[in-house]
Every structure is written in structure tokens, then in C-alpha cells.
């Protein structure tokens, strides 16, 4: 393997006459790697997508780091700022930047903005739906619990197909949804669904004497619930609950089904292109590499997290 991947293969060059043979061809991966992270964005215009990957990467940044003691202002000004600020860099149509249909994004860009706006919308739906589960309330319970097993019991890729295909025949006539936007949703009430029950998990796992507790001191049950009883629910699950992320980052790549061309997609199409028909090693390997960085990444996030609050604990 080292000798085929790195010793004999080809790094330089333009074309796939410059690779040489009994080696891999990484000539390939390097004249469409701009195609690989930006997809079919404007050339004159992925300055944007940069701006909001720096963006991006410093929230996730402030969030591992583990001196830094403002995680809770990062994620509350993430979702009220950073968001917003890259869904309009990268889309425009405001503050003077140009429109960009979704339909010329792809690449990474598309993975990373399905799996960021997707914890985005699913972390808090399935927090609601794990507490409406819990509820004593019949009518909050039944309508929690209806979502999260009809939601768990759909294959992901079929929900996001019919999201993208009968979402436009339901909603008013004049009212159009973005391709995108429809399968970012369906995306995340799956994920949502999921990750409710790893929570619900964690609920059930505190005493009930903590609720009690809460109770005796006076707190309200939205105080009780996120001063005293999700701290102690979310460290046992946060092995679980990273997991849930992997597989929602992972499961980015079944919007190629509805023609969305996310990194994986890009490789896809790349290869068909007759100029590098056969080089599939190469493509797969490439993304794998990619995503196994990430998720391990993430593991090792979580594996950090864990060691640092069960230190917290013994003290």
C-alpha cells in the first residue's frame, strides 16, 4: 500500500498522462479539488464560501476548547449570528452579493451546510421531543411520541426523496420550497427522532429523587430541568449522543438521491468524466479520507469531553 499510494504514485501534473503507472494517480484528486470543496459555485464567488467556513470553523473552535468557560454565548450567538450571516453568504441576495442558486452548490460545501444546519435544527427538536416523551402531560406525550417513531421508522433516504418530491404539491399554491432547504428538513426530523431517544435515555437514568429535589427548592420545571436534571442526563449519553452526530454527518451524502451533489456526489460525477474514468480508488479513497478525519476527530472530541467531566465529578 505505501509503496502503490505514496512511494509510485503521481502527485504532479495536469492531465492523467502525467500519472505514471503501478501507482495511484493523486493528479486526479488534485485538478478537481477546488470541484471537490465548492461544487459548481462561481469561481469569482468562493471567497464567500471560505468567509463562512472561517466563520464556521472559529465557532467550533471556542466550543473544544477546554479553557474556554463561554461554551453556552458561543452556541446561542452561533445560531442568532453566525448562521444566519453564512446562509447569506453563501446564498446572497442581500448586502449586495450576488444570488447563488443551490443548485450550482455542491462539493464539501454541501456536506459541511447539511450537517451544520442539520445539528442546528435536530439538537433542539430532539431535546423537546425527549422532555414531551417524558411529559406527564397525555397530549404532549402522544404528539412526541408520534414523531419520534413514525420519524425513526422511515429509512432517511426515502424521507428525504418524498420531501423533495411531495412537499411541492402540499404547500400553497405560489409558494415554493428550495430543493435544498426540503431535504435539509427531512434530514433533520430523522436525526432529530434519533437523537430523542438517546436523550430520553439520559433522562431516565436521573433519580427521581432529583426531581424531587428541584421541586423542595422551589424551581420551576424549566430552571429544575436545565439547571439540575440535563446535566446530569447528558454525561452518561454524550458517547451516544457524538455517535448520532457521526451518522448524521455520514448520511449527508443520500441527498445525492435527490440530485444535490454533495463531496461524494462531486466524485461521482467526476469519474464519469472520460478523461478520468477508472481512477475510482483514488475518489473513494479520497473522501473516505475526508470523512474518516472528521468523525475520528469528533471521537476523539467526545473521548476528551467524557475524561473532563468525570474529573469534575470527583471533585
Known sequence: MLEYFVLSASFDGLSREDCTPGGACWVFVRVRFNQFMYGF???DQRWRVDLAGVLLLLQISLLVLPRFHFKALVIVLGALIIAPTCLVLLSGGMLGLRTVETREWGGFMV???????????AAPLSLLLALGRQSRLPVIKWVATVMIEFWRGVPMITVIFLASNLLPLIVPAGVTVDKLTRALIAFALVAAAYMAE???????SVPKGQYEAASALGLGYWRATSLIILPQAIRPVIPNLVNEFISLFKNTTLVLIVSLFDMLGIIQSALTDPKWVGLNLEG???????????CFSLSQWSQRLERRLAAKAHR
Open 41 to 43: 459555485y462561481p469561481v
Open 111 to 121: 456536506t459541511m451546510f447539511m450537517a451544520y444546519y442539520g445539528t442546528l435544527i
Open 198 to 204: 438517546v436523550l430520553r435515555g439520559g433522562l431516565q
Open 284 to 294: 473513494y479513497l479520497f473522501a473516505g479520507a475526508v470523512y474518516w478525519a472528521i
